[in-house]
């Protein structure tokens, strides 16, 4: 009786004790935070695993001797590494020089789609004129509508150049463009590029998103139009550049269906290069060992990604901070 | 002995000389989407209403066919009614799962740990490798072994030596009596999906971070000042907040697993490898057709549900 009743009172007592109370919640939300958090590390290492292991596996796999292809006491670590695989790679691949051309290649494209389409975005920004909406309607369309569904009437075109017959209408020659970079740029150049839409979207949300005043000072110190866009606008939109650039620069690299679609050269091109990998080396080189070959592709790959490696290592914390500001979000 | 002072216009006024200095700025898109696009639709309109055959000098069209090829494409060709249903099918089913993902992903890494950016970097890695040819590289090295096209996880089990089958199939039969088996494969399907979905909502989770990063903090400052728990928060604040984004994300998610669809595939070599430009025509035209119209109804259905400010 006498024990219920201590007890009782000792209850009532730390329930209304309020520093007991708190010290409990403090507890209580301390532990919940920290079980979160713990969720949260697995979730995040379980899904960079899945993201990085492949890459892993190809990089180690890349610097494994025969021995160590076939012997099963290696795992991840070779015992014996070798460079043998990314010398002959690199000699078939013509690694230096395709990749020079390449680079050369994707960058200046991505030059011709920023200026382009930063125009365009501004143009669709900034100005009113007559059915402006069925046009950015057309925008839309072109990002809806990948260029591989109207592959065939744009190969035509380019096989037969003659835009809006104007050539034989000046009597020349119908021109065939296939086989050079040539119908790339043009697309480039008339917005029509690889994921130009995309791009000319995120220009004209982020030219949307800028105070207009920084135009109209412009103005009234007696800028033109066109300087404005360039010496005004144009410095003021350099995280929404950033990220064009950087989708630009890895998608156009990675492309493979344009340079086949168009016949790109593969001295030019060196995704094309790395498709027949693994066949040049078995022919050329008679690695007659599927295995053996697959090392060799493994090392070709690091190679190809290598330079878009390094350019995102660098360009990384600007573009994502970029891409938060870049009026992809409008 | 007024004098009228005659405001002579010269010229054009602000509003039209703006207006078409306007136009100046879209020309280069205007005349690259006449040339390219609109041309383009019209001739593959045109190529799948008629017959057409290749010569050396070019393609000549030798006469009407109406419907002929439409007609082909569905009850002659042996797989493209069952190829569109495929990749439409797996359209789909693996946007939804992408689009939750990703918005999953990017809340949780919109949260402040230790390690962030690290995190962040990885997340986006997939976008910078998500290139076909290494995809083509790796299936035709690991065809050779194999006699067949793999995913990427195999290759690092071959490469890391090990063979480490994890049948989930019998986990989840243990659930069995609880759930439906419906729900049961889907699930199942989303795991063996997962790689797919994680390295296609790179861009994905960076628009939603982009989206997650702009909505104001005094609106959670709101939230938590009148009470409301985080699940009421989420549903609240966050979703609504990041919904505008729902569709872009979407129409993104769906275009780009068309892009790399089987039916595209068809469509490109009964063209290019069979030079049967019409039926290769039609192919293009229904499934864009039905990519659209899937669009169309998603994205309706989707912006109905969505917040916007103004």
């Known amino acids: 009786m006498n024990i219920i009743h201590k007890g009782r009172s000792l209850w009532v007592k730390a329930k209304s004790d309020t520093q007991l109370h708190n010290e409990r919640n403090r507890i209580v939300r301390s532990t919940k935070k920290f079980i979160m958090s713990i969720f949260r590390l697995i ?66 494209l991505t030059v011709v789609q920023l200026a382009i389409c930063s125009m365009v975005g501004y143009g669709f920004a900034r100005f009113n004129f007559p059915f402006k909406r069925l046009l950015f309607g057309c925008v839309i369309v072109m990002i809806v509508l990948p260029a591989h569904t109207i592959m065939l ?54 030219f949307r998103g800028l105070p207009k005043e920084i135009e109209e000072a412009s103005f009234v110190d007696g800028g033109g139009t066109f300087f404005t866009f360039l010496r005004v606008m144009i410095p003021n939109a350099i995280p929404s550049i950033i990220t064009v650039t950087l989708f630009s620069l890895v998608w156009q690299y990675n492309d493979l269906f344009y340079a086949n679609a168009f016949n790109v050269s593969d001295n030019i091109v060196l995704s094309k290069r790395l498709n027949t990998l693994g066949a040049t080396i078995a022919n050329r080189d008679r690695v007659v060992d599927p295995n053996i070959q697959q090392l060799y592709v493994y090392a070709g790959i690091v190679l190809m990604i290598l330079p878009m490696v390094i350019i995102y290592v660098f360009l990384q914390r600007r573009f994502i901070e970029g891409v938060e500001r870049s009026g992809i979000v409008g | 002995m007024t004098t009228t002072v005659k405001m002579k216009r010269r010229g054009l006024t602000l509003v039209q000389r703006r207006s078409i200095s306007g136009l100046m700025f879209i020309s280069p898109f205007v005349i690259g989407f006449i040339i390219f696009y609109v041309f383009s639709i019209g001739m593959t309109v045109r190529f799948a209403l008629s017959n057409s055959i290749d010569t050396e000098t070019g393609f000549q069209f030798t006469g009407f066919a109406g419907l002929r090829y439409f007609n082909e494409a569905f009850s002659v060709h042996p797989s493209f009614r069952q190829i569109l249903t495929q990749s439409l099918g797996n359209m789909i089913i693996d946007v939804p799962l992408i689009l939750f993902f990703s918005l999953f992903m990017a809340l949780m890494l919109n949260q402040k740990f230790k390690g962030r950016t690290v995190a962040r970097a990885i997340f986006f890695l997939p976008v910078l490798l998500n290139s076909p040819s290494i995809a083509t590289a790796l299936s035709t090295a690991q065809g050779t072994i194999i006699g067949g096209n793999s995913p990427v996880s195999t290759v690092v089990m071959d490469a890391v030596g090990g063979s480490g089958g994890f049948n989930i199939d019998f986990y989840l039969g243990l659930l069995g009596d609880a759930i439906p088996q419906t729900i049961l494969d889907y699930i199942a399907g989303a795991v063996s999906r997962i790689s797919t979905i994680v390295t296609s909502s790179g861009v994905q989770i960076i628009i939603f971070l982009a989206a997650l990063q702009s909505i104001s903090p005094s609106l959670y400052e709101v939230a938590k000042i009148e009470g409301a728990t985080p699940y009421e928060t989420f549903w609240k604040v966050t979703f609504p907040m990041v919904s505008p984004l729902l569709v872009t994300n979407m129409v993104y998610t769906v275009v780009d697993s068309f892009i790399t669809s089987q039916v595209l595939d068809l469509a490109y070599r009964t063209t290019f490898n069979d030079n049967n430009y019409s039926l290769g025509s039609v192919f293009s035209l229904v499934s864009m057709l039905s990519v659209c119209g899937i669009l169309l109804i998603a994205g309706l259905w989707v912006s109905k549900r969505t917040f916007y400010q103004n």
């Open chain 1, 43 to 108: 979730l995040i290492v379980g899904i960079a695993y899945v993201i990085i292991s492949p890459l892993i596996g190809i990089v180690v796999s890349s610097f494994f001797s025969n021995e160590d292809q076939y012997s099963p006491l290696v795992y991840l670590i070779p015992q014996t590494p070798t460079l043998e695989r990314y010398q002959l790679a690199i000699t078939r691949l013509d690694y230096f020089r395709v990749m020079g051309n390449n680079l050369l290649y994707v960058v200046s």
């Open chain 1, 153 to 206: 009437p744009l190969y035509m075109t380019f096989r037969n150049f003659d835009p809006l017959w104007l050539f034989s209408l000046f009597g020349g020659e119908k021109v065939n463009l296939l086989s050079t970079p040539v119908p790339l740029y043009l697309l480039s150049i008339f917005g029509t590029g690889l994921r130009s839409g995309l791009y000319i979207y995120i220009f004209n949300q982020f």
